[in-house]
């Protein structure tokens, strides 16, 4: 028995050893995708966190970088870094002219040689322990098709007042010390920075071309996290949040303004049409939305009615209040922007 268990730890190994060295062909354990724009100088600390993974010696694993249409030194970074990397680990880089965080994810998706993925943004550090803690975790719940992870902040300037009430917008994630399922019920979705996929459910079920593509130079319309990973849980995979893939997000001084947080608000709220009615049968998203619109209405009022001035001079206050008002034009929001691209696509010179 003790020389067939080590016959099988011999081929384990070198299966780990092929898999490294012909990734595409033996296929790999697990692929971090680090989607980027303009990232050149957040890029580097996040793979020097990478380089430094702590029990990743029996497990063969790959790091993408998506350069998501960047005009900084993004490329040149990552070719520095390739040159010093070493040949046990891959580190891949690709570049999607396509800007949207939604179209840098899809290219990981398709490059990946493993059937696990974990993404991180360019300014979310991982803990040592964070890639074992995410592939222990995918092993032991296999229905888990989506992981998220504990994501605190690291602020380079100290946050208004009441900044908790929308930390979590800035995808800041504390949950508790145990390991939770997301029930479809409660209609939660964690943030896509840190969260790990399963390659497999991600082609089954999400669409190449989401109805939400992310941010971009000249959009703050984001939600394409949330829609991919909502096709997920409602093709019956389960959502989790796993305490022990612990995440720093860096938030500079930038992202703490009133104008930004106001940006980012809007845009949230902008998307929400969208991510509600993903997963409702389309026979009743009329009457879901006379609801809903109903209920982005009590929120205002009552917000107005709670804090009076407040929502004019309190920052917090003042997102809270533009993140209603946007859900509440959602529906019309969303109606224009398609019907603009419906006329583009239309109005175009189709070539012969």
């Known amino acids: 028995m003790i020389r067939a268990l080590e016959h099988v730890e011999r081929l384990v190994g070198l299966r780990h050893i092929f898999s490294r060295l ?3 062909t033996i296929g790999l354990d697990f692929s971090v ?40 030194n993004t490329a040149a970074i990552v070719q520095r870094y390739q040159r010093d990397w070493g040949h046990h680990l891959p580190l891949l880089y690709a570049f999607e002219a396509k800007q949207g965080a939604a179209y840098a994810r899809q290219k990981a998706i398709q490059m ?26 995918a092993q032991e719940y296999p229905q888990a098709g989506v992981i998220a992870s504990r994501i605190r ?11 908790e009430r929308i930390a979590a917008l800035l995808a800041l994630t504390e949950r508790g010390s145990q390991p939770l399922m997301y029930c479809p019920e409660q209609k939660v979705i964690p943030p896509s920075a840190g969260v790990v996929v399963r390659r ?14 992310g941010r971009t130079s000249n959009s703050m319309l984001t939600g394409e996290d949330t829609e991919s990973l909502l096709h997920i849980q409602q ?8 305490p022990q893939m612990r995440l720093e997000h ?25 991510t509600r009615m993903l997963s409702i049968a389309t026979w009743k998203r009329p009457g879901m939305l006379g609801l809903y619109m109903a209920n ?8 107005c009615l709670r804090y009076r001035q407040d929502v004019i001079y309190d920052d917090v206050a003042s997102c809270e209040l533009m993140l209603y008002t946007a859900s509440l034009i959602s529906p019309l929001f969303m109606a224009q922007r398609s019907l603009k691209q419906y006329l583009k696509k239309w109005t175009q010179p189709k070539l012969n």
């Open 235 to 242: 093709a019956g995979w389960e959502v989790w949040y796993n």
């Open 112 to 137: 990946a040689n493993s059937p696990i993925i974990g993404f991180l943004d360019d300014d979310t550090l991982p803990s040592m322990t964070w890639l074992m803690s995410a592939y222990r975790f």
């Open 153 to 163: 902040g690291n602020f380079e300037t100290t946050p208004p007042e009441n900044f």
């Open 296 to 303: 982005d209405i009590r929120k205002i009022l009552h917000h």
């Open 250 to 274: 860096q938030i500079p001084s930038t992202r703490l303004t009133r104008q930004y947080l106001h940006q980012l608000c809007r845009g949230i709220g902008l998307s929400r049409y969208r």
């Open 22 to 24: 012909f990734p595409q």
């Open 33 to 72: 995708a680090i989607p980027t724009y303009n990232g050149g100088q957040r890029l580097a600390i996040v793979l020097e966190c990478l380089r430094w993974q702590l029990n990743t010696h029996d497990i063969s694993w790959e790091v993408i970088v998506v350069d998501n249409n960047s005009t900084d």
């Open 200 to 213: 497999q459910a991600w082609l089954d079920n999400v669409p190449e071309e989401l109805v939400l593509t």
